[in-house]
């Protein structure tokens, strides 16, 4: 389990592929001494675990499946990619719980800088449209965001502040893009539990 807050942009060293499983070696100097193999790391938001170690570089698998339902198959060599190593109990949680098991991906489809933040408008797959609320929590590529208030039959918008453009890459991210996207778990428990109620 995670919170969506990054701690570390790492840097892609390598990208390999065997018998479909893509190996990704990341730089990782913050984020590899708290982590041991076999351990989780959500990178890009994904949940993944470290199938090996040395030197401040961290390797995951992604299974093709994997590969096919987020953005992490579009990963090459020399992109940075957000890190964040899984809750300890004693953690704070200053984001949201988030699983890193992406719900769909997202398309950029309209970036609106103004002074001191940057609007990004996203089109989301309508199954997962159906748990998104204003002032509601969403997990972009493993970043805990809020929604603001335009939210569409298909589209939303968040609002990223300096220090989030600053410590991720989602700035830098152009439209037509793709972004791994996870809903707030509560939702789905909401409605199973309403679904049951009747």
Known sequence: MFTGIVREL???EQVTHQEGVMLLDVKAPKTAPLVKVMESVAVQGVC????????GVLTFEAIP???????LGQVKQGDSVHLEP?????????????YGHVDGLATLTKREET????SLTLKLP????RY??????LAIDGVSLTVGDK???????????????KRTTLGKRAVGDQLNIEIDYLAKVVEKVLKHSH
């Open 10 to 12: 790492g840097k892609v």
């Open 48 to 55: 993944l675990s470290v199938v090996k170690k040395r030197k």
């Open 65 to 71: 499946e994997t590969q096919r339902l987020t953005n």
């Open 86 to 98: 899984s809750l300890c109990l004693n953690d704070r949680l200053d984001g949201h719980f988030v």
């Open 115 to 118: 002074p001191g933040q940057l």
């Open 126 to 129: 309508k199954d997962v449209m």
């Open 132 to 137: 998104v609320v204003p002032k509601g929590s």
């Open 151 to 165: 939210v569409g039959a298909t589209t939303c918008s968040v609002y990223l502040i300096p220090e989030t453009l």
